[in-house]
């Protein structure tokens, strides 16, 4: 399908949630709605939000049987588009793992939260996406827009929180995953959930490997989760929760050119403990967390040349506490304020293979080279919502945000959500995003420069949701986005340097719906159109996808079709698109109520494709496992 069809897919999208509409719209009687915490912190309806939220259930997480949660986020997540390299892991290196919404994201202005707090470097910023692991998440929750109110830098395109496993119920259950297949693919996970009167334990390991589908591409992972709980009260709980990843990988390199010895040893690490309260007219929490990593990369060499004499190493870290608190101060109200402070940097350096001498690579705001570079930040915020009749809610909202070395950031919000119906809402939002530059692009490696300003950009959206009395819904929203002092680098006086000389404007469609056919059949659509006045790399202009789920006594079988027309994978004067359709689908058969085995495949029809330029990815792969619960 190329690009030119881009009519095709949207009229396929429409027909069918229209489809949806027409067979359930008689058949309400009562309103079911998603419960979320990105959009405000604290627990609420979907529909009180003016902002556009996307939640992807365990259920849908795990249906495919994937031991990551970024590919079926991204099919169920219209706007938002991750770059890979592999069938198994992304690695660190440009251009894998990139997360991007509406065309906006890049290594760091789309945050990752796991329970709300920030998962990324400290010194260069970008997300860990090796480290979003399915055995480990109860729903993911993707804010698909400028999050910056509530979390700061960072979240200048979108949030994607990663809420972990729950334990709500008396009693233990288990759950252990393999599976097995092409290019000599491991995976396996178990995971363990205990609530015992007022303690509560969720346990969790998981190893993988693969081959890989190209010469030097092997991949292999050991992640280890754990969260603790004890409630004191109905009403206070205390969480403390572990999570330590460790991955290797190597990079073979683009085919035109490829590398030897490109190898990361990488570990990551976060761990946070929490006070929570819950009342009837107020709710509220006390974090403190700590994220840290050490990455030890071999840059590889070209074949012919000579291995590198030195390795590139570094630690980072972040660190914060972060406190809010949500009142109802009278009827129809919610209010919640909040204050946030991190502390976060590192230190790199190339260390010699025999000396171990050290070399290290950041510098201060004088240009002299030193061990350690760190900045913090500090904020406050409020955000105001009011039922001003029954049909109409207001949301507004302001954070005061410093940073160390940049300054401070004023970051409003404002929207209206107008309730049609009890089933049908309209909603309008004015939202800013920002980014901070980052260590690196401050402090690290010859473009560096201290005097950046942060990036900005400025979201107008507008939107419909209607629903379908649990089984289903449908949603269509318009978007227009300008930025501006976006970091890019330059040569100056014949040397590189990052300044703030970027911008963009990007405006796009939304589609979205899912139906409860009958109690055998669902389906599922989404469709997202994206216009770019700049092109930009890792973005698509096309994004379809549609699946379908049927299940029969013993038997369930899901399927998917996603595709991808106008992927930007060069931009320039000699830019490249990328046009390609994925099918994928996976069978599986429950022997007894404990025991499911299964057999899944990707990319079906053995398409011919890249995310990112020169790393063609696998045809078709398949993999058979076991899953048994109890």
């Not at 991204?74 to 588009?81: E, I, K, N, R, V």
């Not at 930040?377 to 945000?401: C, H, K, M, N, P």
């Not at 300008?482 to 040397?495: A, M, P, Y």
Request: glycine share 10%; net charge neutral; aromatic share 10%.
């Amino acid at each position: 399908m190329s690009f030119s069809d881009r009519p095709k897919h949207f009229g396929l999208a429409f027909v069918m949630m229209l489809v949806c509409t027409s067979m359930r719209a008689q058949t309400d009687e009562a309103t079911l709605q998603d419960v979320v915490v990105t959009g405000t912190r604290n627990e609420t309806d979907v529909r009180h939000l003016p902002m556009t939220v996307t939640v992807i259930d365990h259920k849908k997480l795990t249906e495919q049987f994937q031991p990551s949660v970024l590919p079926t986020v991204m099919q169920h997540t219209p706007g938002l588009f991750t770059t890979s390299r592999g069938l198994l892991g992304y690695g660190v290196n440009a251009g894998a793992g990139t997360l991007k919404i509406r065309g906006v994201g890049g290594g760091a202005q789309l945050l990752v939260l796991i329970d709300g707090q920030p998962q990324y470097a400290g010194l260069m910023a970008h997300p860990i996406p090796d480290v979003y692991q399915t055995m480990m998440t109860e729903k993911v929750e993707v804010l698909r827009g400028p999050a910056s109110l509530l979390y700061g830098s960072n979240a200048m395109a979108g949030v994607l929180n990663i809420v972990t496993r729950q334990m709500n119920e008396e009693g233990v259950k288990t759950d252990v995953q393999v599976q097995g297949g092409s290019y000599g693919s491991l995976q396996t996970s178990a995971t363990n959930r205990l609530k015992v009167g007022k303690f509560s334990s969720i346990l969790g390991a998981q190893y993988q490997r693969t081959d890989g589908h190209r010469q030097n591409s092997q991949f292999e992972q050991l992640d280890g989760f754990a969260k603790l709980g004890y409630a004191f009260t109905p009403h206070l709980k205390v969480l403390g929760d572990l999570d330590i990843s460790h991955f290797n990988t190597s990079n073979p390199g683009t085919v035109e050119t490829p590398l030897l010895d490109n190898d990361f040893k990488i570990t990551r690490g976060l761990a946070s403990v929490s006070l929570n309260n819950s009342f009837d007219r107020t709710s509220g929490s006390l974090r403190a967390y700590l994220d840290w990593g050490h990455h030890n990369i071999d840059d590889g060499y070209s074949p012919g040349g000579t291995p590198r004499t030195a390795r590139y190493k570094h630690n980072d870290y972040i660190g914060g506490v972060t406190w809010y608190q949500s009142a109802q101060l009278f009827p129809g109200n919610r209010t919640t304020v909040g204050l946030d402070w991190q502390h976060f940097g590192g230190s790199a350096w190339n260390e010699d293979r025999i000396t171990r001498a050290k070399t290290y690579l950041t510098k201060d705001e004088d240009g002299n080279v030193v061990e350690k570079q760190h900045a913090d930040e500090v904020a406050g915020y409020v955000d105001f919502r009011q039922d001003i009749v029954s049909w109409l809610t207001l949301d507004a909202g302001l954070r005061v945000d410093h940073h160390s070395v940049i300054g401070t950031e004023l970051v409003p919000q404002g929207g209206l959500s107008f309730h049609l119906t009890e089933t049908a809402d309209v909603k309008a939002l004015v939202s800013k995003g920002f980014r901070n530059p980052t260590i690196r692009e401050m402090y690290m490696f010859p473009p560096a420069t201290t005097d950046l300003k942060p990036e900005r950009m400025m979201s107008y959206e507008l939107s419909f949701t209607q629903r379908f009395c649990g089984r289903g819904h449908f949603g269509a929203n318009l978007f227009y986005i300008k930025g501006e002092n976006l970091i890019t680098t330059t040569r100056i006086d014949g040397k590189p340097r990052n300044v703030n000389t970027g911008d963009f404007k990007n405006w796009g469609l939304e589609l979205e719906g899912d139906c409860q056919i009958d109690k055998h059949w669902s389906l599922n659509a989404n469709y997202s159109f994206l216009h770019m006045d700049t092109p930009i790399e890792g973005a698509p202009e096309g994004k379809l996808y549609v699946g379908a789920n049927y299940h029969c006594g013993k038997w369930a079988v899901a399927a998917g079709l996603q595709n991808i027309s106008g992927l930007y994978i060069t931009t320039g004067d000699n830019a490249e698109k990328e046009n390609y359709t994925l099918l994928n689908a996976n069978v599986s058969y429950k022997v007894v109520p404990a025991v499911t085995l299964f057999v899944r495949g990707e990319n079906i029809l053995a398409e011919q494709y890249q995310t990112y330029a020169g790393y063609p990815m696998p045809k078709a792969t398949f993999m058979a496992g076991i899953k048994a619960s109890f």
